[in-house]
């Protein structure tokens, strides 16, 4: 079958991989708090759940699209598929954290080869007068994997287990594996590229141990990890060396990981930066609101799922239109708005939340968040393509994509882990103070110091658990039931008083993002040119004889 002929269904198989890859994304987060029951896992192991795969991704993202170049786009699409389906089967498998947090980023590094492919298969067989609609349709995939995510993870977490929202993945990874060498084309880059993998090394080393430093500092409060000599700062500070040292050897490679040379488009380093903060953002947001509504609230986790659609469906409702009015105005201002009313929807979240609310409390708030984020995602990416090269399209858009990854992880480690549990942890031993008075003086201080000890052995925050706190020794029968209620209300009121300050941060930094909205310059000439160029460029990547 000729090219022309097949594209739109070959990019019907491209956004059923790119779909399953997002929704995986999404889907993990409504599942988390039964996760952390089930396994009995610490709120830092289910945060490495989160972050083993957002890591693995963001680092190999731009090494899985120079591996497209070199072995072909359709083969590392098939590949990366291949091996995703494999670790969504491992981690259905999982008996405990640490071997989810393995298998969850297995499935990182099978994201991250097939993720780069769909772009550069997509701009191969489709002309440039196409090329926007089928980008269109991919972008609607994003919004779609959002908004199907927190749902359908809370029914089959519901109707069946949490294990299945990653066995599903598997016979979706079969259909689509064959149906790739069906019907999307071989495409053959027309100049051989080679690996940086000294770039690769760097990259990842670095990446890691700012990571692992701010995922685990709160558990070793700050100092040396597991009786080391190594402490966490020295991790910390050892993993940004390793990046300065990756971004001078990048300097010069003939064919870097990351082409220094994209940032001399001051847009493009504009959108780089705001690319990475409202994932940050985002990944931050979830996080902290998925445990609250399961946690302290005490949803199931379909009704959680719920709760959060009106910021997934604003979302996707706002989304095309933003990107529309950005081909006409430029997306200067309509970013501005966007990361205004994205934190203005945080601080509500922030203001309305007390131990009795519901999911009517959060309509108007998240629906304001949804809102912002819909004028931020396609106006934020038209603006980050607009002026590039197109011979540098494919390392443009690995980097944009990279910058994303990167935010969720620093999200959900600065966020969810530095942030949140040096908030809670001090909020539990306040509440606990406050609380114990209630019961007999023999069990008061074991009683705060089961919260202090729960701090320090990492924070269990999963559905109706205490943070983990256990019950004083030689409690009275009589006293237990009395007491346990006390333990979940100390929970409860300490979450809701660490959320705050929390969704503050989030808040905070996307305001940061709406005033370096003023850096973007606005350019309305050239736009035919760089067209024509991309059209000539497509040229040179050819379908090779059957």
């Known amino acids: 079958m000729e090219v ?14 790119f779909f399953v890859v997002l929704l995986d994304a999404t889907i993990v987060n409504v599942a988390i708090p039964t996760m952390l029951d089930s396994l009995h896992a610490s709120l830092d192991q289910i945060l490495w759940v989160v972050n083993a795969f957002l890591l693995t991704f963001a680092v190999l993202l731009v090494t899985g699209g120079r591996l497209g170049d070199i072995l072909g786009p359709r083969n590392l699409f098939v590949v990366g598929l291949g091996g995703f389906s494999v670790a969504s089967a491992l981690c259905g498998l999982a008996q405990d954290p640490n071997q989810l947090i393995v298998a969850r980023a297995l499935q990182g590094v099978g994201a991250a080869i ?46 069946l287990d949490w294990r299945w929202i990653f066995f599903v993945n598997v016979p979706i990874g079969i259909v689509g594996i064959a149906a790739t060498f069906l019907l999307v084309p071989d495409l053959r880059p027309g100049k051989r590229h080679r690996l940086d993998l000294v770039g690769v090394a760097l990259a990842t080393a670095g990446l890691f141990g700012v990571v692992f430093g ?34 001078v050897w990048e300097r010069f490679q003939g064919e ?9 488009n001051r847009n493009f380093s504009v959108m780089v930066w705001l690319s990475a903060l409202w ?35 604003s979302m996707v409702l706002t989304a095309p239109f933003a990107g529309r009015l950005t081909d006409r105005i430029g997306g200067r201002y309509i970013l501005m ?14 203001l309305v939340e007390s131990v009795t609310s519901t999911s009517f409390t959060f309509v108007l708030p998240l629906t304001v968040a949804g809102l912002g984020l819909g004028c931020v995602v396609a106006p934020l990416t038209t603006e980050a393509m607009r002026e590039v090269p197109p011979a540098m399209t494919g390392a443009a858009s690995g980097t944009l994509n990279t910058s994303r990854q990167i935010g969720s992880v620093l999200g959900g480690a600065v966020v969810g882990g530095a942030v949140l549990q040096s908030q809670l942890t001090s909020a539990l031993h306040d509440k606990a103070l406050a609380t114990a008075p209630q019961l007999p003086a ?37 006293s237990a039931q009395l007491v346990q209620r006390l333990v979940h209300d100390v929970f409860a009121s300490a979450y809701t008083t660490a ?33 024509a160029e991309a059209e000539t460029a497509t040229k040179s990547i050819r379908e090779p004889a059957a």
């Open 256 to 264: 870097p990981l990351l082409p220094l040379s994209l940032f001399r």
């Open 442 to 478: 023999p069990f008061r201080q074991a009683f705060v110091d089961s919260f202090t000890n729960a701090a320090k052995g990492g924070l269990e925050v999963g559905r109706g658990q205490s943070g983990g706190a256990q019950l004083p020794a030689g409690l009275p029968p009589q």
């Open 499 to 531: 959320m705050r300050p929390t969704l503050a941060v989030v808040a905070g930094a996307l305001l940061l993002g709406a005033l370096s909205c003023g850096l973007i310059v606005r350019r309305a000439q050239g736009l035919p040119d760089v067209q």
């Open 114 to 159: 097939l993720s780069p492919q769909t772009l550069v298969i997509v701009s191969g067989i489709f002309p440039a007068e196409r090329r926007g609609a089928a980008f269109g349709i991919l972008s609607g995939v994003t919004g779609l994997a959002a908004l199907a995510g927190p749902t359908l993870g809370g029914l089959i977490v519901t109707n």
């Open 279 to 313: 994932q940050f953002a985002l990944l931050g947001f979830i996080l902290i609101t998925t445990i609250d509504l399961q946690s302290v609230l005490g949803m199931s986790a379909v009704r959680a799922g719920l709760t959060t659609t009106p910021f997934t469906l």
């Open 214 to 247: 701010l995922i685990e500092g709160q558990r070793y409060a700050w100092g040396a990890v597991a009786g080391s000599w190594l402490t966490i700062p020295e991790i910390i500070a050892a993993g940004a060396v390793l990046l300065g040292l990756f971004l």
């Open 4 to 17: 022309k002929g097949r594209r739109w269904l070959a990019l019907l198989v491209l956004c059923l991989g």
């Open 337 to 350: 708005l966007g990361f205004v009313l994205f934190s203005a929807g945080v601080a509500g979240v922030a």
